[in-house]
Antibody, heavy 118, light 108 residues
Framework: EVRLVESGGGLVQPGGSLRLSCAASGFSFSSFEMNWVRQAPGKGLEWVSYISGGGKTKYYADSVRGRFTISRDNAKKSLYLQMNSLRDEDTALYFC???????????WGQGTLVTVSS | SSELTQDPAVSVALGQTVRIKCQGDSLRSHYATWYQQKPGQAPLLVIYGENSRPSGIPDRFSGSSSGDTASLTITGAQAEDEADYFCSSRGNSGNYYVFGTGTQVTVL
C-alpha cells in the first residue's frame, strides 16, 4: 500500500524557518517524481515545488522561489521542504504528492499544518 | 494568481448531470487533470490525460477538452460527489504546474 506521511509543521514567527518531511512507503520511491502542494485555510490548492526522481531537477512556484528548497533522500524514502524567511501568507496545510507521468498526482499525504504568526 | 479559472460553485440535482469548466491558455497545449477534495481530506485524482480514470473512480466521471477549456462531467451525480473539484495542468509562464481556482459542487 502506498503511503505518504508528512511531518514537521507547526507555529513559527514571520522570518523564521521550518523543515517539512514526507515519509514514503509501499512503492519504489526513487522511481517517482515528487511535489509539495499547499492549501491555505479555506482556500484552493497551490503547487509549491517539484523534484525529479534522482533529485537533480527542481522547480519552484514564483511565490516561494529563493526561500524554499526541495530535496529528497532516496535511501531513506523521504522528501523534504526547507522553508526559510517565512511569511504570513505561507500559512497553509502542506501536502506531499507522488507524481505520475509529470502531470498527475496519484497519491497524496494527509498534510502537515504550517502557521506563520507573531 | 491562478492561470486556470473555474466557476466558484455549481449545484446539481441528485441523478442529474453537471459539467465543471476550467479555462486557461495552458490547456491549449496540455491536458487538464482533475481532483476531487472533500472537507478534511487530501485531494483525490479523478481524471487524467485525454479522459482516463484511476482505478476505483466511477465511470460517471469523464473529462473533455476544447481549445482553452477543459471540462469534468459527472453523469448521474450522487450525494457522495458533493465536494470541491480542482483542475490542473502544466503552467505556461514561470510556474511548472498550476491548479485551477476550484469549484464547489453541491448535490441537491
Amino acid at each position: 500500500e502506498v503511503r505518504l506521511v508528512e511531518s514537521g509543521g507547526g507555529l513559527v514567527q514571520p522570518g523564521g524557518s521550518l523543515r517539512l518531511s514526507c515519509a514514503a512507503s509501499g512503492f519504489s520511491f526513487s522511481s517517482f517524481e515528487m511535489n509539495w502542494v499547499r492549501q491555505a485555510p479555506g482556500k484552493g490548492l497551490e503547487w509549491v515545488s517539484y523534484i525529479s526522481g534522482g533529485g537533480k531537477t527542481k522547480y519552484y512556484a514564483d511565490s516561494v522561489r529563493g526561500r524554499f528548497t526541495i530535496s529528497r533522500d532516496n535511501a531513506k524514502k523521504s522528501l523534504y521542504l526547507q522553508m526559510n524567511s517565512l511569511r504570513d501568507e505561507d500559512t497553509a496545510l502542506y501536502f506531499c504528492a507522488r507524481d505520475l507521468r509529470g502531470v498527475e498526482y496519484d497519491y497524496w499525504g494527509q498534510g502537515t499544518l504550517v502557521t506563520v504568526s507573531s | 494568481s491562478s492561470e486556470l479559472t473555474q466557476d466558484p460553485a455549481v449545484s446539481v440535482a441528485l441523478g442529474q448531470t453537471v459539467r465543471i469548466k476550467c479555462q486557461g491558455d495552458s490547456l491549449r497545449s496540455h491536458y487538464a487533470t482533475w481532483y476531487q477534495q472533500k472537507p478534511g481530506q487530501a485531494p483525490l485524482l479523478v481524471i487524467y490525460g485525454e479522459n482516463s480514470r484511476p482505478s476505483g473512480i466511477p465511470d460517471r466521471f469523464s473529462g473533455s477538452s476544447s481549445g482553452d477549456t477543459a471540462s469534468l462531467t459527472i453523469t448521474g451525480a450522487q450525494a457522495e460527489d458533493e465536494a470541491d473539484y480542482f483542475c490542473s495542468s502544466r503552467g505556461n509562464s514561470g510556474n511548472y504546474y498550476v491548479f485551477g481556482t476550484g469549484t464547489q459542487v453541491t448535490v441537491l
